[in-house]
């Protein structure tokens, strides 16, 4: 079992910054692949951004490319979402999400553990 705990949501204007943090407990970190989803009021969750459990590899939604940076710190258990220039349509409850499985996945049904969310509120 992994116990994820995410953090760094708040109110923020358009084209400001943000970093999320997501603090893993429970299990021993370092295999497991981590993800960032995200699900706006009406919407479905999205992916939003993945790493391998070395950090080698990184995926990002195209919506977010450019924009966004996930990064992990293996020593201290945790990865983080850095987000740049934001936009309204930035503004949901983000998820960090882990699976022990041999791929990185880009849909949600390919991760196992789930943090409650942060919530980010973009204003325009």
């Known amino acids: 079992q992994v116990q994820l705990v995410e953090s760094g949501g708040r109110l923020v204007q358009a084209g400001g910054s943000l970093r999320l943090s997501c603090a893993a407990s429970?299990?021993?970190?370092?295999?497991?692949?981590m993800g960032w989803f995200r699900q706006a009021p009406g919407k479905e969750r999205e992916f939003v951004a993945a790493?391998?459990?070395?950090?080698?590899?990184?995926y990002y939604a195209d919506s977010v490319k450019g924009r966004f940076t996930i990064s992990r710190d293996n020593a201290k258990n945790t990865v983080y979402l850095y987000m740049n220039s934001l936009k309204p349509e930035d503004t949901a409850v983000y998820s960090c999400?882990?699976?022990?499985?041999?791929?990185?996945?880009?849909?949600?049904?390919?991760?196992?553990?789930w943090g409650q969310g942060t919530q980010v509120t973009v204003s325009s």
């Open positions: 429970g299990h021993t970190f370092t295999p497991y692949h």
């Open positions: 790493i391998s459990w070395s950090g080698s590899s990184t």
């Open positions: 999400t882990a699976t022990p499985k041999s791929r990185v996945g880009l849909m949600w049904h390919e991760y196992d553990y």
